[in-house]
């Protein structure tokens, strides 16, 4: 019974994921209608530079995938995969052939994550639209904790794009990035409200697939990519007493973020 209901909070995860494959198609069905007649060119010549520069904002959703210890005490979940963190890099795109691009985006990724503690013998009593209310400081069940991030972001990406189609030139794209989070703490502090300390740095993994649009003075892309940690995050033996529970309730954490891009070049 107990699986069952964690598993509810992850089928509300992929119904809103759900909803990405359906915006995307609708982009996709725009633009190749808008194929069907042949317009005027904007900037035929950008892409035959050797080397060119721009910037991207965008939003980011950022998750962790858990590996649970068994028999833990307490049961540690991720709540709430909602669009709530912020980026901004810059763009260097290098031509390597007429279909591929190497691309590095230095920049600052911003985001947070609500993890809570279960007692598996109280969730019958866990009304869930109140789960994020729940104050860490005070003696509840379930603990809650915001673990906040602050990214230095260095991805560097190959980018592989199709024939251009009037104006609009779709792509994909992959690679790998180092992410160094400065919000994260090293040591336990007497004041800390945080359940749990996470490594730094981590190698992320990055696929994703976008459309390149060429107005008249710049190119302008929007972009979905998804990018999974490769590296267990736990922090072993620095826990204090109180905290020791937490973290032997987990055996492995490792970082998941979805990104929604907005390029200008």
């Not at 989070?181 to 749990?196: G, R, Y």
């Not at 649009?213 to 033996?237: C, D, H, I, W």
Request: charged content about 20%; glycine content about 6%.
């Amino acid at each position: 019974m107990l699986k069952n209901k964690y598993y509810f909070i992850y089928l509300r995860r992929l119904q809103c994921m759900r909803k990405i494959p359906f915006i995307l198609l609708v982009l996709l069905f725009a633009t190749e209608s808008s194929a069907q007649f042949e317009k005027p060119r904007n900037l035929p010549s950008f892409d035959y530079k050797k080397l060119h520069w721009g910037f991207t904002v965008g939003l980011n959703s950022m998750d962790y995938a858990i590996k649970r210890a068994e028999n833990a005490s307490v049961y540690p979940d991720v709540i709430g995969f909602q669009p709530a963190g912020f980026q901004v890099n810059i763009v260097s795109d290098l031509r390597l052939s007429d279909y591929w691009n190497l691309r590095f985006l230095p920049g600052i990724n911003l985001g947070s994550r609500n993890m809570i503690y279960f007692d598996p013998g109280s969730w019958e009593a866990i009304n869930l639209n109140d789960l994020l209310d729940i104050d860490p400081s005070q003696d509840n069940d379930p603990y809650a904790s915001t673990i906040g991030s602050s990214y230095l972001d260095f991805p560097l990406l190959l980018k592989y794009r199709s024939e251009r189609i009037n104006n609009y030139r779709p792509y994909v794209i992959g690679g790998l990035s180092y992410r160094l989070d400065m919000s994260a703490k090293q040591s336990f502090s007497p004041d800390d409200d945080d359940l749990i300390i996470l490594k730094r740095g981590d190698v992320y993994l990055e696929a994703g697939f976008g459309i390149d649009q060429y107005l008249q003075y710049f190119k302008y892309s929007t972009e979905l990519k998804v990018a999974m940690g490769l590296r267990n995050l736990m922090q072993p033996g620095i826990y204090k007493n109180d905290n020791v529970a937490y973290a032997d309730a987990i055996e492995g954490v490792r970082s998941f973020i979805v990104m929604l891009n907005f390029h200008f070049e």
